[in-house]
């Protein structure tokens, strides 16, 4: 009995030593010779199971299996050791690696997505998500479409309004002569025909006026329309769907006022002015210390216009509104000189 | 149109708690958009009406005397002045120390201070007229300095400047273009009648305005109108013993606060109407006029007047004008009179018309002659035509003010076929309330139509209303003119915004719009292409340059300028000339844009397609990044199995040999091809320009087909590569095909270009090309053998069509 006890006191000596040994080594070479020492062939574990020769199978059995459990957790110590080595060694080896970080990063193509697309998606999202569909109409419109169906005969001062540029081609009769549409306005009709009431539609689209180019004045801009057709909608509900459009567009809260305004194609008709989105009505150089931006007509659509879209005013009343995208993506961007949107130069439209 | 204060307040109270500012802004708000507030006054800030009590000589300066001047103080100040015209007893313009004067009317405002001038002290200054906004007595060149002789004012010394002037006036600059649909608001009455139903103020009628004597009868005006449909209404009187002279300074300020210019006691009157009452006014000199007939027709072909403002005027068969009985024109009806027959200086006998003129026929003329007046931008709107009879009367009262001495000799004669009609209109209070969505007591809504001077009868939710004539030439018929009324005169401010209560409803779809933004990101975002947005149109030099022909273009009538006369078929030319302007500042480009290009095909409207057009510019053969972006394009866009073809379509700007077509289900959709080194000349451009162009409709309609999953094989595949020498201008698609066919059992997944090579160790006109095959067996691991066969098949299949494998063996 009391070899077997003075067995097991070697066997924890020789645990100690081992861990000691393990934790002492540096290097994977010192880390094999001591795995060799204590666990080899001819090592130190393998020479005290040679002491069991002679001893009982009880005695055989009882301390062969505490020296596996040694030989297993020794086994298991020399290889998170070794795993630690290896990363002691790789942690020493980059310790000398530099990089300059200043340098570039590899070039990648990236480009641009022209900045009145970006606003224009942005103004088609926030409408979408309020039940609106989008829709657009041609750009070569008829006088038919851009005038008279929108209460707007031959003659009537609101042609001034808008100088139009006009197709060299021969008139039709019904339709008149051709034209670069100079609004947006024509899709009331086109939509009303194609998807009666009631009806929800944004129309974004490129309109043309013949005018003389200056920092504020372009031939070719875009628009945005839109209208709303249903048994009961009122100008309360042009209020509050543009101070949520609005809102949503800045990112903050907005508000509306009207004044009246006129566009044959609307009855009553009404200018929307919004609380300045840079001094939030404060009063600022943008809005003339006003606190308010001029931004878009808009007002009920006339009963003629119902008529036109083959809509019974009697039934439905609605309102329609056409603001200025082009302006809009200005005021959004600080951007000057309106002419920048379609210079085409590469040192602008990289900017967005 | 600019509006006088002082003129208002003849004919409603306004709230003197009320600033200018605020009256300005409640116009805004309820009726026409005012752009500016004008306060005359402050201009003669620190100026007093003096009068010279005494003149000396300056003891030290030649051109120089001391005035005294009384200016209403206890004391006369001593002032130096240069001024030739400065008499004893003299009323002048006295610029106080602390005011502003303009410096011999040129520069910026200066502030005046007390000084001395050669030694001897000057309290302010005696201005001449051009130094205080007033006219100038000193032409240009003149030697002579003459200041402002203001002894006709009825004022005494020490009176505030802006008084005695009747400068003591506010004006409110209307925009004009808010009042195209009001005739009624381009007279001070009008915008009076604003302010009372705004202010709820009563509205003084026109009584003692419209008041005159008419004294002994002896003669009786005719008016011959030839034409019905262009003039309604006709009304002249004839006054005798009339004095042509200055009219009075409240008048003349009246005038000039509402922005016209004095001329003479008769013409101011006729103005004066016209911008109270809205109704323009011409008076005829009567002797030279020669008859007390006048005849209106159209002017006959060629036909020539020489008018007020001196210029001769050729007219128009559709002209309107005024003759006198020998059918000699006097003017052009409702734009402008006469020279000959206008008013002078020794003008005694006046004709005075007020008519009514056709809205189209005035608009047109006046576009014609290209002549805009102000009597013509008020006929344009359609003016009332019973106004014609009252403008007469207020301009007999007025001469009668202004000439006591003159005689009105003939009764008021009105001719035309126009008959005063009335115009009711339905109202429904609770469609009011529907439109305008918020609760306006009925009560309201009358006292807002009544103090618009509309009628208003019967009770409950039904309501007739009479719209008064002033209103009823085209501007108010319909219930829903009505609800304007009411609303913007209850206030705009007052209605909720309220977001409406509607069932949800799905938006119809429109995958175009939408895809067009995928697009966009595709290329910017993925592909690394800038967006360009050009113009619509183009010059014919720029198609020209494309090779482009003029025909099948649809061409602008009045373009604005040559090199945008026609309307683009292609977006190319312009992304070109893009491309042009940027090239000095970038040698790498990659640019695109999504638009519209307009042809005709022999209908009435053109055909609009929308197209992707993207450009890659670099030096050296740009062929393969442009079909490489498109390809990734195509494949980022799902675009169902597009495949590659010789193009069908021969684009004049495209390199004849470097053009492939695009096909979807065997339709050509587009292109991809390297730009024409002529046209890349044409352009000043000295890289290499690839485009492609895809026509996004026809994109967008081919769909976007679902995907459908495949299990990523369970078997380890196998690469092999093999390169071979071929002759210059056999193409990949051959080898790959070659290669696709020796496949017996089917396992080549894929075969791909990675190396083409020539030049140094390859024999001339040959190539090297290198593929890289994946081969896989589908249900189990590819054997050695297999392998070793499939390549022999390869081999053999490349060599029948005469390549040359590299690195085999032997």
Known sequence: MRAHFSMKKELQQLEKDALASIKGSASYEELKDAEREFLGKKGALTGLLKGLKDKSIEEKKSFGKAANEVKKRLEGTFEARNKQIEREQIDAAIENDWLDLTAPGTQQATGNIHPLYQVQKEVERIFQEMGFTVVDGPEVESEYYNFEGLNIPAHHPARDMQDTFFIDKPSHKEEGRLVLRTHTSPNQVRAMRKYGAPLRIVVPGRVFRNEALDASHEHTFDQVEGFMIDTHISIAHLKGVMQEFLSRLFHKEMKVRFRPGYFPFVEPGIELDMSCVFCSGKGCKVCKKTGWIEFMGCGMIHPKVLESGGVDPKKYQGWAFGFGLTRLVMMLYGINDIRYLTSGDLRINKQF | MDISLNWIKDFVDLPSKLSAQELGELLTRHT????????????????????????????????????????????????????????????????LPGSKVRWHGEGELVELKETKIRGEKSFGMICAGEEIGLETDNPKGASEVRIKDLSHLKAKAGTPLHKALHKDDVVLDIDNKSLTHRPDLWGHYGIAREFSAILEKPLKTLKEELKYKEGKRSARPKAQIKNDELCPRFSMAIVKGVKVGPSPQWMQSRLEAAGMNPINNIVDITNYVMLELGQPMHAYDRQVVGSDELIVRCAKKGEKLTALDEQEYTLHPEDPIVCNKKDEPLGIAGIKGGLKSGINADTNELILEAANWDKVMVRKASARIGLRTDASQRFEKGLDPSMTELAIQRALNLIQQLCPEAEVVSPIVTTGKWKAKTLKINLNAASVISKIGMDIPKTEMKRILKALDFKVSGSGEKLTVEVPSHRATGDVSLEEDLVEEIARIHGYDKIPAILPDLPIKLPHENEESFHKHTAREIMAHQLGFTELMNYSFYSKERLEKCGLSEEGHFKILNYLSEDQTHMRTSLTPNILAKISENSREFANMRVFEIGRNYKDTGNYMPTEQKWLVAAVVQKGEAFYEAKGAMQAFLAAFRTPKPQFKVAKTKLPYAHPKKSLGVLVRGQEIGQVFTVHPGVLKAFDIEQDVAIFALHFNALVEAGRPKVSFKEPAKFPGMEMDISVLVEERKTVEELKKAIQKSDKSNIIQSIRLFDTYSGKGIPDGQKSLSFRMELQHPERTLTDEEFTVAQEAIFLALEQIGATIRGKGN
């Open chain 2, 32 to 95: 026409a958009e005012v752009e500016g507030v004008k306060d005359l006054k402050k201009s003669y800030e620190n100026m007093v009406l003096g009068k010279v009590t005494s003149l000396k000589k300056h003891p030290d300066a030649d051109k120089l005397k001391l005035a005294k001047v009384d200016i209403g103080q206890s004391k006369d100040v001593q002032i130096v002045c240069g001024g030739q015209n400065l008499e004893e007893g003299m009323l002048v313009a006295v610029a």
